[in-house]
Nanobody, 124 residues
């Protein structure tokens, strides 16, 4: 069992930056690939970024490439999402997720554990 808790959400103006954190507890964090997803009102949950269990491989959705960076700190059992050049369309609830596989995973079905989410609102 893995427990995930996101933090760092909030309100930011367009063009600004925000950093999200996801603290993991429970089973060995380093064995899991991690991901970030987001869900805007009335829309399906969509993939944002993923990082492999080793931390070597990462993959971002096209919509956030060049703006968002995913990273992980195994010593702190934490995964991060640094978001720069934020746009109003980035407004959503952001979820952290853990996958039992080692490589990057881009689908919601590939993740077993989910955090409760944190709200990010980007004003224009």
């Amino acid at each position: 069992q893995v427990q995930l808790v996101e933090s760092g959400g909030g309100l930011v103006q367009a063009g600004g930056s925000l950093g999200l954190s996801c603290a993991a507890s429970g089973r060995t964090f380093s064995n899991y690939a991690m991901g970030w997803f987001r869900q805007a009102p009335g829309k399906e949950r969509e993939f944002v970024a993923s990082i492999s269990s080793s931390g070597v491989a990462t993959y971002n959705a096209d919509s956030v490439k060049g703006r968002f960076t995913i990273s992980r700190d195994k010593a702190k059992n934490t995964v991060y999402l640094q978001m720069n050049s934020l746009k109003p369309e980035d407004t959503a609830v952001y979820y952290c997720a853990a996958s039992r596989t080692a490589g990057v995973v881009t689908t919601t079905s590939g993740y077993t554990y989910w955090g409760p989410g944190t709200q990010v609102t980007v004003s224009s």
